[in-house]
């Protein structure tokens, strides 16, 4: 059980009871990492700058600093290493993988 416990994301039920992560637990910063990139720019009335500018469109590729600056501003918590790939079957098509650990004070 967690003392400070969030719901973890994607929302799931973990039998009997809902899945949850440890307030400032690894899970519980790349969970909020995952919010931040899947939250379109805009989206939230309450806080339109939130999110990440829709890069479907972008090129020739994706910006990566661009998502990473966006996860600095949003998760400051969160140490996150961005790798972009092509598709292997249609180059169009840019896979970013997402590492994330937590951020130290060095």
Sequence with gaps: MADV??????FRFATPQVGVSEQDSIDEIAD????????PFGYRVELPEFG????????????VSQIQ?????????AA??????PD??????????TLVRVRTED
């Design 5 to 10: 416990p969030h719901f973890a994301l994607p």
């Design 32 to 39: 909020c990492v995952l919010a931040t990139l899947l939250c």
């Design 52 to 63: 990440l500018p829709d890069p479907t469109f972008s090129t020739p590729h994706v910006d």
């Design 69 to 77: 600056q966006v996860i600095e501003v949003w998760e400051p918590r």
């Design 80 to 85: 996150v290493v961005l790798d972009e790939r």
């Design 88 to 97: 292997l079957i249609d180059e169009l098509i840019a896979h970013v993988e």
